[in-house]
């Protein structure tokens, strides 16, 4: 066996896609043998030199290393728009069983996920573990080639981590590239719904977003992710379009959460993404441009929390909380904000203390002055101070997230089941 791993062809501007490099590498390599699956392996989002999606690929097949090797490195010097300054492709290619990887690989893959790296240290790991390596321009890129090349193997043993999903991509003829898209919105919502929950993010049906149909200019048509590789596909399959270049299916981290990390607000670090216990402590407000934010603190510390204008209607279940509520956030840390991907209300606040009403007349009570309580100053009546009101309140214990439209790659979605609390699902 041999485990290929590419990384960092994409382009802002020019729009090629590592899927597709790897895609167009499959069929090579069956050609001249066999390929026993692709990965696509989401990389740590936080990190600031990311590519779109920050993505990186691996296929594993039977043809040689050598022989791999040549064909990797062709299809990606063909394929990487090196002339974008941002990107910096790399290839690593590892001779043995994915499963076999040794654990300083399925090590270093496990923490490209959730922090940032060294392309150094990618290199003298790839020469230690004998792999044939390549990084062109900066060499980011074997960072993301090697963290592919140990993903099957971290999946398999990581703690917590409870398996891989799937993503079907069907591919545009480059001729279109560039061009608005050709897809039928019916048959695209009228398939999501065939296969839903086993197939999500396939639309947000609040927003009326097909959201497997990218708005980038790149070579993707749709990907449709999901459990089970058949369902996805039977979906890629039903969705009425214009004609599809090609079809690769997945094994991938996303819709996992594989990037979080339990944390303590007390120790975040920039660039990383936690799963973090604390106290609202500030209302939430919602700034210029529709941000919403507010405070969480645990003790001293102090976290600011934020839920951005495209994240949509999860910004109604952000305002909804008041100081005093107990939560679980999930996000990544940049600036000093954690960006919310989803919470968990672990206790409500329910009363709130206010001035207390004159049992005789009914009116508010008023300060009978500083520490002395309240009094009536009609019927003479006293109170000794505040009295708790229930608050009426529009959540419940459990999970919320931001719906499909705003979902990042790795964040996995309510509806995948498997969360310590009951789940208000976005579909
Ligand atoms: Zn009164």
């Known amino acids: 066996m041999t485990l290929v791993g590419l990384d960092d062809t994409d382009s802002r501007e020019r729009g090629m896609c590592t899927t597709y490099v790897a895609a167009r590498l499959a069929e090579r390599l069956r050609r001249e043998g066999t390929v026993e699956r692709c990965c696509l392996v989401r990389l740590n989002p936080a990190v600031p030199y990311k590519t779109r999606g920050n993505a990186a ?87 993301g080639a090697l963290a592919a090349v140990g993903a099957w193997r971290a999946w398999q043993v990581e703690a917590g981590f409870d398996g891989p999903t799937c993503e079907v991509i069907a591919y545009r003829e480059p001729e279109r590239w560039g061009t608005p898209r050709e897809v039928d919105r019916d048959s695209v919502f009228a398939a999501a719904g065939t296969e839903y929950p086993s197939v999500w993010d396939t639309v947000d049906r609040v927003e009326g977003e097909t959201v497997c149909v990218p708005h980038t200019p790149g070579p993707v048509l749709h990907g449709i992710r999901g459990e089970d590789p058949a369902a996805c596909r039977r979906v890629s399959e039903a969705i009425r379009s214009e004609p599809v270049e090609r079809r690769e299916t997945f094994v991938t981290n996303q819709g996992t959460d594989a990037h979080l990390r339990d944390g303590d607000l007390r120790g975040v670090e920039e660039a990383r993404a936690y799963r973090l216990d604390g106290t609202v402590a500030s209302a939430p407000e919602t700034e210029q441009g529709g941000h919403v934010f507010f405070d969480l603190a645990d003790g001293e510390a102090r976290l600011r929390c934020a839920a951005f204008e495209p994240t949509k209607r999860f910004r109604d279940r952000v305002r909804a909380l008041r100081v005093g509520d107990r939560l679980t956030v999930c996000g990544e840390v940049s600036a000093d904000t954690l960006k919310l991907e989803k919470f968990a209300v672990r206790g409500l606040v329910t009363v709130e203390p206010v001035t207390p009403t004159c049992p005789d007349c009914g009116r508010r009570m008023s300060s009978a002055g500083r520490g002395q309580g309240y009094r009536c100053r009609d019927c003479g009546t006293s109170a ?32 995948r089941g498997g969360f310590d609390a009951p789940t208000h699902p976005e579909r």
């Open 384 to 415: 000794e101070g505040k009295v708790d009101r229930p608050v009426e309140r529009d959540l419940e214990e459990g999970w919320y997230e931001v719906p499909p439209v705003a979902r990042r790659h790795v964040a996995k979605p309510l509806v």
């Open 57 to 143: 690929l691996a296929v594993h097949t039977d043809v040689g290393p050598a022989r791999a090797f040549e064909l990797a490195t062709e299809a990606v010097a063909g394929a990487a728009e090196t002339g974008d300054p941002d990107t910096n492709p790399g290839v690593v290619v590892a001779p043995g069983r994915p499963e076999s990887v040794p654990d300083t690989v399925a090590g270093f893959s496990r923490r490209a996920v959730r922090e940032e790296v060294d392309p150094a240290e990618a290199r003298s790991l790839a020469d230690a573990s004998d792999y044939r390596h390549e990084g062109w321009k900066l060499g980011r890129g074997v960072v």
